[in-house]
């Protein structure tokens, strides 16, 4: 049986107290479950060592949202990786479609991202998808490939043990259009064959990737359902304590009936 995860993408959103407030609602909301789903929450910058006190005391991860390519430096306003090792986080989403898409980050760039963070022990969170006009025109699969490739498989394979993917479809981000259960399943699939090839069976299988993209308490158990769909990147719906317990809780159930 593989347990999921479940991880909130804040994005930027919240002032320090309503953080604080958000996170406090979280960790008692999950006080006393005894969850086989692993939950990462992904605050921004600020206030990832108040989650991680928090998080000391209760059941959850603390993964930021970004982290610089570059160890330290002459880089203003960047955030290096092991700061945020020794401001508590385990985990660090690189390559959201935000991040790609407003920022101009490339393949390359996330590469750097992917190997600053393993060196400083962060487990990265990396996240793939196409644009609406890729499905479209059906070249859905080789951009997510590319994006694999061209990030990730420079690794080795104890390195790529501690990577876990999320799918994001871009057109599904932020728009209420979540991918179907059968579109996410399809695509998940897939990258799980791409990563088969590279690394092999038992790897492939180990493989966590969520789905992301308006994933929410009334879909999150059709999608979580799926064989190959292992959690989910959850962005609007995180900021809402009910429906990300709910979220949580289809989780667990979908564990519980795989
Ligand atoms: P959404 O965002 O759930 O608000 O669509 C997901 C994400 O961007 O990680």
């Known amino acids: 049986m593989k347990n999921k995860i479940v991880a909130g993408n804040w994005k930027m959103n919240n002032t320090f107290s309503e953080a ?3 996170l406090l609602a979280i960790a008692e909301g999950i006080d006393g479950m005894i969850l086989e789903t692993e939950i990462i929450i992904c605050p921004p910058f600020l206030y990832l060592e108040m989650a991680a006190d928090i998080a000391e005391e209760s059941n959850f991860y603390v993964g930021a949202q ?8 002459a880089y203003t306003g960047e955030i290096s990786a092991s700061m ?3 401001s508590g986080v385990d985990f660090c989403i690189i390559g959201h479609s935000e991040r790609r898409t407003l920022f101009g980050e490339t393949n390359t760039d996330l590469r750097k991202k992917i190997d600053v963070s393993l060196a400083n022990d962060i487990i990265p969170v990396f996240c793939v998808g196409e644009h609406l006009a890729d499905r479209e025109t059906e070249k859905h699969f080789e951009v997510v490939k590319n994006q694999l490739e061209e990030s990730l498989f420079h690794l080795d394979t104890n390195q790529f043990e501690q ?6 479809p871009v057109w599904a981000i932020g728009t209420g ?9 399809e695509m998940h699939a897939f990258i799980r ?3 088969e090839q590279k690394y092999g069976t038992e790897h492939a299988y180990n493989t966590y990737i969520l789905y992301g993209g308006s994933c ?4 999150a158990l059709d999608l979580f359902m799926c064989k190959d769909v292992d959690g989910g990147l959850i962005g609007g719906a995180s900021l ?19």
């Open 240 to 258: 809402n304590v009910n429906d990300f317990i709910e979220i949580i809780n289809a989780a667990e159930t979908s564990t519980k009936n795989n």
């Open 20 to 22: 604080e407030d958000l």
């Open 177 to 185: 259009i979540t991918a179907t259960p059968q579109q996410a399943q």
């Open 193 to 195: 064959s791409v990563i």
């Open 66 to 73: 970004n982290v610089s390519t570059e160890e330290k430096g």
């Open 84 to 86: 945020l090792k020794t």
């Open 163 to 168: 990577i876990i993917i999320a799918y994001e």
């Open 216 to 219: 929410n308490a009334q879909n």
